[in-house]
């Protein structure tokens, strides 16, 4: 997961992986942090569950997408798409 803070807006913006499309104009993104055990020093993956408006329907399950913080759209969705990444191959 990369997070960056774009300088003059100051929203976040974070890299995840589509888990599901099935709501109209509403996409699940799921983000991927390594955190180290305290007391092992292992990393652990760690995983969040984001909700994100999509305008165009335009994603599908496990394409990689690129979501920006915005302001509460619903009760649930805080983030919006920017960009589709990559896209999953449809076999």
């Not at 569950?49 to 994603?59: F, G, L, S, T």
């Not at 913080?69 to 920017?82: A, D, F, G, Y």
Request: hydrophobic share 35%; proline share 2%.
């Amino acid at each position: 997961m990369t997070e960056k803070v774009d300088a003059q807006n100051k929203s976040r913006t974070v890299m995840g992986k589509v888990i599901s499309d099935k709501m109209n104009k509403t996409i699940v993104v799921q983000i991927e942090r390594k955190v180290k055990h305290p007391l092992y020093g292992k990393y652990v993956r760690r995983f969040s569950k984001m909700y994100a408006h999509d305008e165009e329907n335009a994603c599908q399950i496990g394409d990689l997408v690129l979501i920006q913080q915005s302001r509460p759209l619903s009760k649930t969705k805080r983030w919006k798409l920017v960009e589709v990444l990559k896209r999953e191959e449809q076999q």
